[in-house]
């Protein structure tokens, strides 16, 4: 009878060893997909505050984006976020885009991103990684566009269009407006 009991309560015993050694890091990619993250840095001050106003214009004018805002530690770190494919949005200072896209200053001898221009704010840029598909990038324009009163120092759509890393996606909506 005993022998029979143990046997019984056998698996309750490594149950819970299981559920604890069950990692969380896959509700993290479930995350990043159903949400679209602006990714900016302590290393760039201004990003952080600002994120939370576009993501803000991003949600009122796409609810269906569910757009939050997400802060690297440091540069090097978002870099390694947008280089990896983890994240695919950022709001960065141009000269740390930059730096980014060209593999200079901080980044030199380490690969390029890839990164074209969503919408520009005073010293602020709005990017994503290139090959992230124009009509998604076109319906997150649109949302930045008919919230545009609500971002502080925000370029008129006509000067965006001169910047010369524009993704198609955005110029394609910029133009329709």
Known sequence: MLRRNFLIALPAFFVPAVVQAHSPWGQYVVYRQKHLLVLSTRDDA??????KRLVEAINK???EASARPARAINLHRAYNLL???QFQFALLSPGNVEAMRSAAGPFNGRPAVDLKT??????????VRADFPNNLISIVTDAVLSNIATLPGA????????????HAGAREAIERQ
């Open 46 to 51: 201004a990003s952080y505050p600002y994120s």
């Open 61 to 63: 004018g796409a609810p």
């Open 83 to 85: 280089r990896s494919d």
């Open 118 to 127: 969503i919408y520009k704010f005073d010293d602020l840029e709005f990017v």
């Open 155 to 166: 370029l008129q759509p006509e000067d965006v269009l001169q910047l010369p890393n524009l």
